[in-house]
């Protein structure tokens, strides 16, 4: 079983920044890609980037594109959200997904098989 733990939200002012991780544990842990979702109330959950385990791609959507960037620190298990620039429109809880080869798309959400808790977002104007 693969556990996601995501930390690293707050409260932040509009044109600030965070960084997002995502700490992954259990069985050996080789995804295909992990991804980020975000869930702002009354909204559907939205893609916002994904990164393939070996590093080679990267996605994101076009809300983000720019201002948000994906990493990786393989020793640790970890994925990180590096997120500058925020927008109030940026609101929401964060996600973070772990998907295996052949299970979909990178970008929706029902191709990823694990979901860590989330983490709260909140950018003020």
């Known amino acids: 079983q693969v556990q996601l733990v995501e930390s690293g939200g707050g409260l932040v002012q509009a044109g600030g920044s965070l960084i997002l991780s995502c700490a992954a544990s259990?069985?050996?842990?080789?995804?295909?890609?992990v991804g980020w979702f975000r869930q702002a109330p009354g909204k559907a959950r939205e893609f916002v980037t994904a990164i393939t385990w070996s590093g080679s791609s990267t996605y994101y959507s076009d809300s983000v594109k720019g201002r948000f960037t994906i990493s990786t620190d393989y020793a640790k298990n970890t994925v990180y959200l590096q997120m500058n620039s925020l927008k109030p429109e940026d609101t929401a809880v964060y996600y973070c997904a772990a998907k295996w080869a052949g299970s979909g798309g990178y970008n929706s959400a029902t191709s990823y098989g694990y979901w860590g808790q989330g983490t709260q977002v909140t950018v003020s104007s």
């Open positions: 259990g069985r050996a842990f080789s995804p295909y890609a």
